[in-house]
C-alpha cells in the first residue's frame, strides 16, 4: 500500500514539473518576453509616435470609441513621457558612474610607482586579449572549459591508464 501511495505521488510530482515547464513556453510565444530590438524599436521614436502605435495596436483588438481613443492616446502618451524621462535619468546616472569610476582609476595611478603602472598596464591588456579570443569558435553559446577543469579531467585520464 505504502508503495502504491509513493508512486502516485511520485508521478502526481513529475506530472506537475511538465505542467510547470509547458506553460514557460507559452508565455514566450505570446511575447511577454521582449528582446533588446523591440527595446531599441521604441527608444528612436519621439513620445507622441509611441503612444500613437500604442494605442492603434490597443484599437485594433478592443475597438474604441473615438472618445475612448483620444483618452486612451492622451493616457499612452503620458507614459511614453514619463518612460523617456526615466531613461534621461537612468542615461546621466550611467554617464555619471562611468565619469566617476574613470577619476577613480585615475587616482589609484597615481599611488603607483611607474613600473607598477606598466605592469597593471600589460595585466590589464592580457586580461583584453584573452576577452575577445573566449569565446571565438564556439557554437550556441558553448562556454569554454576552463583550466582547473581541464587539469583535473587530464589528471584522471592519466592516473587511470
Known amino acids: 500500500m505504502k508503495k502504491i501511495l509513493?508512486?502516485?505521488?511520485?508521478?502526481?510530482?513529475?506530472?506537475?514539473?511538465?505542467?510547470?515547464?509547458d506553460s514557460t513556453s507559452i508565455q514566450k510565444r505570446d511575447g511577454?518576453?521582449?528582446?533588446?530590438?523591440?527595446?531599441?524599436?521604441?527608444?528612436?521614436?519621439s513620445p507622441e509616435e509611441i503612444a500613437k502605435i500604442r494605442t492603434e495596436r490597443l484599437d485594433k483588438e478592443l475597438k474604441f470609441s473615438d472618445a475612448q481613443r483620444k483618452e486612451v492616446y492622451a493616457y499612452n502618451l503620458d507614459q511614453a513621457n514619463k518612460f523617456k524621462e526615466?531613461?534621461?535619468?537612468?542615461?546621466?546616472?550611467?554617464?555619471?558612474?562611468?565619469?566617476?569610476?574613470?577619476?577613480?582609476?585615475?587616482?589609484?595611478?597615481?599611488?603607483?610607482?611607474?613600473?607598477?603602472?606598466?605592469?597593471?598596464?600589460?595585466?590589464?591588456?592580457?586580461r583584453m586579449q584573452n576577452k575577445e579570443h573566449k569565446f571565438k569558435g564556439k557554437k550556441n553559446g558553448e562556454r569554454p572549459i576552463r583550466k582547473h577543469l581541464k587539469d583535473k579531467s587530464t589528471d584522471t585520464e592519466n592516473s587511470n591508464s
Open 6 to 21: 509513493s508512486f502516485a505521488v511520485l508521478f502526481a510530482g513529475l506530472g506537475f514539473l511538465a505542467s510547470a515547464q
Open 86 to 126: 526615466r531613461a534621461e535619468i537612468q542615461k546621466k546616472g550611467r554617464e555619471a558612474l562611468r565619469n566617476q569610476m574613470k577619476a577613480d582609476r585615475e587616482r589609484f595611478k597615481n599611488l603607483l610607482t611607474p613600473e607598477q603602472q606598466k605592469i597593471l598596464a600589460e595585466k590589464s591588456e592580457k
Open 32 to 45: 511577454k518576453h521582449r528582446n533588446r530590438a523591440a527595446q531599441t524599436h521604441f527608444e528612436k521614436k
